[in-house]
């Protein structure tokens, strides 16, 4: 049995087929962990969509902006879909409530084999137990009846910032922005959500979320995706264990596979599905 972490596939469904024969998956010994934005902008989002939530316990998935996206396109399409989406056929399909439903229900934070999985990352601040802890505050309102009204408030920058005494839209906006927007933040925690060149390429007071010192959750290793321009900077000092694995298979790039039990990845080389412009 193997536990095999792959980064965002947003709808690119054959360069997904391929990693998996790479790495030759078996769902009935193997277990799938993929960072979150299973949907939008590649080609087969509706594909990838059934091809995971057939796949049952095999496969956990942590919810990214994409996928949110999607809720909340699909709750108030002509408020909420852009040009660039590609969530029509998902917004069509006969079982779109179903897929809708079950991609709802999915977490933002998942925690096992002394690993922890979330989109983009954590703020300083939160230790692995803190971010469940804020995690199940939003789960509970996405699972419930009034979600529509969260996905209403859901977008937006601000507060830049976390603060415990946050309350009501404010808490529950900057907890979904941690979990799936997060990249960069000065050494308190607020964070830009406009910058997603690489590393190199930033100055400070601004700094990877995973570089701020004295990070509260620098004990666990954290595996991540949603920033595709990491691949184009050298890899995080293996001191800070960190995996990110968005290598921008959307764009041309790599989808990549990280097994947990012994650190190997496995690399898909993508062909490109649209032009290679940073991703949202």
Excluded at 8 to 28: S, T
Excluded at 37 to 56: A, F, K, W, Y
Excluded at 72 to 93: G, M, Q, S, W
Aim: net charge neutral; aromatic share 8%.
């Amino acid at each position: 049995m193997a536990t095999y972490a792959i980064g965002d596939i947003q709808g690119c469904r054959d360069p997904l087929l391929r990693l998996l024969e790479i790495i030759r998956f078996d769902e009935q010994r193997d277990r799938l962990w993929l960072t979150g934005d299973l949907v939008n902008r590649g080609p087969h989002s509706l594909e990838v969509l059934r091809l995971v939530r057939d796949l049952g316990d095999a496969a956990i998935t942590v919810l990214g902006n994409h996928d949110l996206h999607l809720l909340a396109v699909a709750a108030a399409p002509r408020d909420r879909l852009k040009k660039k989406d590609t969530l029509h056929a998902i917004l069509e399909a006969p079982d779109r409530d179903e897929l809708l439903d079950w991609l709802r229900h999915r977490p933002l934070i998942h925690r096992g084999q002394g690993h922890t999985l979330v989109h983009a990352g954590l703020v300083p601040q939160w230790t692995p137990a803190d971010a469940a802890g804020f995690a199940a505050e939003l789960h509970r309102v996405l699972r419930g009846d009034d979600y529509r009204e969260f996905l209403a408030h859901m977008y937006g920058d601000e507060p830049r910032c976390w603060e415990p005494g946050l309350t009501g839209w404010a808490r529950l906006r900057c907890i979904t922005n941690v979990f799936t927007r997060l990249r960069y933040c000065d050494v308190d925690g607020r964070m830009d959500m406009a910058e997603k060149r690489p590393p190199p390429n930033v100055s400070p007071p601004l700094m990877p979320w995973y570089a701020v010192p004295g990070r509260a959750s620098a004990g666990e290793p954290i595996v991540f995706g949603h920033w595709s321009t990491l691949a184009l900077a050298p890899p995080p000092d293996p001191a800070l264990k960190v995996h990110p694995l968005d290598m921008g298979c959307l764009w041309g790039g790599r989808l990549t596979a990280l097994r947990l039990e012994d650190g190997r990845r496995f690399d898909f080389h993508c062909p490109r599905f649209s032009r290679p412009t940073l991703k949202a």
